[in-house]
């Protein structure tokens, strides 16, 4: 089946360290994003990528970073720089950018990452 | 700025009654408006979409949504809710220009009563 996938579903983080979620798509999709959602925030965007090796940063893009070496993978490093990492992050793929032509995301199930 | 705002934070119905949540967005040109659902700790399903045509856009599970330009409106509409149908749901629109974007509203939480 095609989709998203999101790796781990839960993560505890010690405080200094950095972690790595992972986001693999087999959709073919070009377009890659990183949302983070806090209770009654909504969704807010972390980075977004159109091509291989290319990505831009969203929102709130400080103590984040990404890399997208290969069009499946768009791997989203918690730096120890993030202040307050603990929140439900979901990755998400388009065919194209959306807001700029008719396309949509589709969400993967999300890791909840947990600072302890 | 583009903004998307749900009125409601969370709204209770009895099953089988009609349901509509409200979302109002803030942007310049005709938008690409969407609606989610998310049940805990799960990701986002698309319910459905509008991109242009006609405003009356019907989406899975039964949902249905309005755009209405002259009030800035795509409040979701249900005619009977299911028990199933508690989650929480996002209103989104997309953000054009050179950084393309989904903007969320904050979500509305739906219960559902016996």
């Known amino acids: 089946d095609g989709g998203i996938t999101q790796s781990p579903k839960y993560l505890f983080r010690k405080e200094g360290q950095n972690v790595t979620l992972s986001c693999e798509q087999n959709?073919?999709?070009?377009?890659m994003y990183w949302y983070r959602q806090d209770p009654g925030q909504g969704l807010r965007l972390i980075y977004y990528?159109?091509?291989?090796?290319?990505?831009q940063k969203g929102d709130i893009a400080e103590g984040y970073s990404v890399s997208r070496e290969k069009k499946e993978s768009f791997p989203l490093t918690v730096t120890s720089a993030q202040k307050n990492p603990t929140a439900f992050y979901l990755c998400?793929?388009?065919?194209?950018?959306?807001?700029?032509?008719?396309?949509?995301?589709?969400f993967g199930q999300g890791t909840r990452l947990t600072v302890v | 700025a583009q903004s998307v705002t749900q009125p409601d934070i969370h709204i209770t119905v009895s099953e089988g009654a009609s349901l509509e949540l409200r979302c109002n967005y803030s942007y310049g040109a005709t938008p690409y408006l969407f609606w989610y659902v998310q049940s805990p700790g799960q990701g986002l399903q698309l319910l459905l979409k509008?991109?242009?045509?006609?405003?009356l856009v019907q989406g899975i599970k039964g949902f249905e949504a309005e755009f209405k330009r002259s009030q800035s409106s795509f409040n979701l509409r249900k005619p009977s809710v299911h028990w199933s149908d508690a989650a929480e749901y996002f209103c989104a629109v997309g953000k054009g220009g050179s950084q393309g974007n989904l903007i969320f509203g904050k979500g509305t939480k739906l219960s559902v009563k016996p």
């Open positions: 509008y991109f242009s045509g006609d405003t």
């Open positions: 998400a793929s388009s065919i194209g950018i959306v807001g700029q032509g008719e396309t949509e995301a589709f």
């Open positions: 959709l073919n999709h070009d377009a």
């Open positions: 990528s159109q091509i291989v090796n290319d990505f």
